[in-house]
């Protein structure tokens, strides 16, 4: 897949770096702070920046102390959900999914919480928000779980103007270089909560504050690196600026898909999707961009356990994506075009 990035954003890339040249400063500078306030601004949440979406979920997972306690996570995601729960020191208990959005399932995971339970890990998939996200994060609250949100596909993502990461006590986004907004590596932690985030900041940096007059202090004994480079935050302040057409062109063609493909993700009202994947069910595809997971990549399944699942498995075998990547094109045919020959049409 060659994802395009167009001339004009390559020049503002580069004036960029030239200033990180000039700063002197080639991490924890202008660029870092920069990239954290526009996208806090984007998203309504205090933000920090870590070195994965990955470690974004971990740091938080630290922040809670999952230590010796478990975390429900849905079995249908990546095994970075559990393998962050994992080094956190927590026991990850695999829940079902919903067939209707792919998102963690209210029922499968009250049946799931034990005395032990300290967290729940919702993982907005696709590019849209977990539709059963107020009642799991009510729940949450009422029996004083910690919520925390896997946004890695939810990039534009929103619902009645909220954006994920919005319910829990804090969420992870992932720049990984398949992602709706691609910086090849890198994550973004944000929260409502200004301390949870103060805290990050500490904690991606082995934990040690600098203060005026670049005085040097270790006020948490814990903490590691999970920092990024001022290269890479001028590129999320380039791809923040660009990700609003990014997101337009995916709408648009959505739009046009919703009319060809009925069996599909179908967003409940309010909500906009950033269409990580565009979600169709039972439908032979001439093309498709794969799966967003497979039953192979369940945690359970790696992990050599056999779980009653039938709503994550079900969904393993009968969904697919159709292709959605920004600059996907299939010789200039338009949108609709481009369905009818994704169902293999003639055109």
Not at 63 to 81: H, I, L, M, Q, S
Not at 310 to 315: A, D, E, G, Q, T
């Amino acid at each position: 897949m060659v994802l395009p990035f167009e001339k004009e954003y390559r020049e503002r890339y580069y004036k960029l770096l030239e200033e990180v040249f000039e700063s002197n400063f080639w991490s924890d500078g202008k660029m870092t702070a920069t990239f954290e306030e526009k996208f806090g601004e984007y998203t309504g949440l205090h933000a920090c920046a870590v070195s994965s979406g990955g470690t974004g979920l971990l740091s938080i997972l630290e922040y809670v102390d999952v230590r010796g306690k478990e975390v429900v996570v849905p079995a249908n995601t990546f095994w970075a959900t559990a393998q962050a729960v994992k080094k956190a020191g927590g026991t990850v208990v695999y829940a079902d999914c919903n067939r209707e959005d792919l998102c963690l399932s209210y029922d499968d995971m009250v049946s799931k919480i034990t005395s032990d339970t300290k967290a729940v890990m919702v993982v907005h998939i696709g590019g849209h928000i977990a539709f059963e996200i107020e009642k799991i994060a009510k729940y949450c609250e009422e029996h004083k779980i910690a919520l925390i949100e896997d946004c890695a596909h939810a990039h534009g993502a929103r619902w009645n103007g909220k954006t994920a990461g919005s319910w829990g006590m804090a969420g992870s986004y992932s720049f990984y270089a398949t992602k709706t907004m691609p910086l090849g590596e890198g994550g973004m932690v944000v929260s409502r909560d200004r301390e949870l985030i103060g805290w990050m900041k500490k904690f991606r940096n082995y934990g040690k504050e600098v203060l005026p007059g670049n005085v040097v202090t270790y006020p948490m004994k814990e903490g590691f690196n999970y920092r990024i480079s001022e290269f890479m935050a001028a590129l999320g302040i380039v791809q923040m600026e660009r990700l609003p057409v990014v997101l337009d062109w995916k709408r648009e063609l959505a739009h046009k898909f919703d009319s060809i493909f009925y069996n599909r993700v179908v967003l409940p009202e309010g909500m906009q999707s950033g269409y990580y994947k565009y979600i169709v069910f039972d439908e032979t595809l001439s093309e498709e961009t794969g799966k967003v997971f497979n039953y192979t990549d369940f945690g359970n399944e790696i992990e050599g356990i056999t779980m009653n699942l039938p709503n994550s498995y079900w969904v393993a075998e009968h969904h697919r994506c159709v292709p959605i990547y920004y600059g996907w094109d299939k010789a200039g045919l338009s949108a609709e075009k481009i369905g009818q020959y994704l169902k293999g049409r003639k055109i």
